[in-house]
T-cell receptor, first 108, second 121 residues
């Protein structure tokens, strides 16, 4: 089955930029969605279709993608960004959605 | 304002059944695909199932195929998950989520707060 690989953790100082990666076979050909889940809360969609942001998501959160890796970039990180982040794609071979294992973002 | 409220969770014996419900409001329910996603304690997100806007198309994770059944009642703005043959590894918070599109391929744009299912003897 299709696998998405994320680093377990990323740490950044306040005001710096965090970059969270998501790797998978032929990910360049898939639409990637990203979710933020703060502790004790339900997930929130922060990026869909690789680069688009739902209304209410600040511009300092952005998505990008190459042929082999998708990435979520958060600029000017603050304490409120501390959360788990998950990438997601549709696996058209298995006909199911797949989540990455999640990345815990720690603001130092 | 989109609102999704799950119910039906609880403690259940292994092998038994449970039915989860999700009450939707604040949007035209019949125009959107709907998902169930679960999260075991301390673990990551696991997608469970998707149902299209008209209820005619469904997909399931391999881990629940043949045991779980998703359905919807568009006249009552409700989503359901019938879970049979429950196992201890089904223990999780179950979230219902609204897709951005009709068929369920655009991402989970809105989520409920979840309902906890505990499978234990």
């Amino acid at each position: 089955s299709y696998v998405l690989t994320q680093p377990p953790s990323v740490s950044v100082a306040p005001g710096q930029t965090a970059r969270i990666t998501c790797g998978g076979v032929n990910i360049g050909r898939k639409s990637v969605h990203w979710y933020q889940q703060r502790a004790g809360q339900a997930p929130v969609l922060v990026v869909y279709d690789d680069i688009d942001r739902p209304s209410g998501i600040p511009e300092r959160i952005s998505g990008s993608k190459s042929e082999i890796t998708a990435a979520l970039t958060i600029s000017r990180v603050d304490a409120g960004d501390e959360a788990d982040y998950y990438c997601q794609v549709w696996d058209s071979v298995g006909d199911h959605w797949v989540f990455g294992g999640g990345t815990k973002l720690t603001v130092l | 304002q989109v609102r999704l409220v799950e119910s039906g969770g609880g403690v259940v014996l292994p092998g038994r059944s449970l039915r989860l419900s999700c009450a939707a409001s604040g949007f035209t329910f019949s125009n959107y695909g709907m998902h169930w996603v679960r999260q075991a304690p301390g673990k990551g997100l696991e997608w469970v199932t998707i149902i299209s806007d008209d209820g005619k198309t469904t997909y399931y994770a391999d881990s629940v195929k043949g045991r779980f059944t998703v359905s919807r009642d568009n006249s009552n703005n409700a989503l359901y998950l019938e879970m049979d043959g429950l196992r201890p590894d089904d223990t999780a918070v179950f979230y219902c989520a609204k897709d951005l599109g009709r068929d369920g391929f655009w991402g989970c744009g809105s989520w409920g707060q979840g309902t906890l299912v505990t499978v234990s003897s």
